[in-house]
């Protein structure tokens, strides 16, 4: 078996249909570095298709800049609405199709865990998790969205969860090994 590296680029994603946070980091042993965080606005746009487009868009361009070795992203919550969890299951749909056709390995995480993970409560709000990554992190600026410390937030769950890249469990490394793995789903 094929030894893990000892660095590796973990990119987090808090999908949305208005903005869509992401944060990037850096793996080092069991040190982790801020590489960037930063959000894609949709809430000008309309038609919810092209909200999609320029979800699938954003994010290649972001994989093709930052070259991630696993995209980490918060899986939709459960909520009264149901038309909010389509449009939220849509918009993670998406950037995991994204991830899977540059063949990068997709894990998800519900909200809660990532709370959990990052501030010890599952219960915490955004600002609670965003001030705990300003000290994880060292990072003075708050954000103007704190969709980007979200989205950084599922990057840094990941990787305490010392998840490996070998494509155990949920994460697939692309198409392929997610077909190999889900033959009866595919026609």
Request: proline share 3%.
């Amino acid at each position: 078996m094929l030894a893990e590296k000892k660095e590796r680029v973990i990119m987090g994603i808090d999908p949305g249909t208005a903005v869509m946070g992401y944060g990037v980091i850096l793996e080092k042993g069991s040190k982790i570095e801020l590489i960037t965080m930063g959000i894609v606005r949709m809430d000008h746009l309309d038609d919810h298709f092209l909200k999609l487009q320029r979800i699938f868009e954003k994010t290649i361009v972001l994989l093709e800049e930052y070259k991630p070795d696993v995209l980490a992203i918060e899986a939709p919550f459960y909520g009264k609405n149901i038309q909010v969890m389509l449009k939220l299951g849509r918009a993670q749909g998406i950037a995991m199709a994204a991830a899977l056709s540059k063949n990068i390995m997709v894990t998800e995480y519900a909200p809660r865990k990532i709370k959990q993970s990052i501030t010890g409560n599952g219960s915490a709000g955004k600002e609670q998790v965003a001030a705990m990554l300003q000290r994880l992190l060292n990072f003075k600026e708050t954000p103007e969205f704190l969709d980007a410390t979200d989205g950084l937030a599922v990057a840094v769950c990941h990787s305490f969860q010392r998840v490996s890249t070998t494509g155990k469990g949920k994460s697939y490394s692309g198409w392929e090994s997610f077909v190999q793995d889900n033959k009866k789903r595919v026609r």
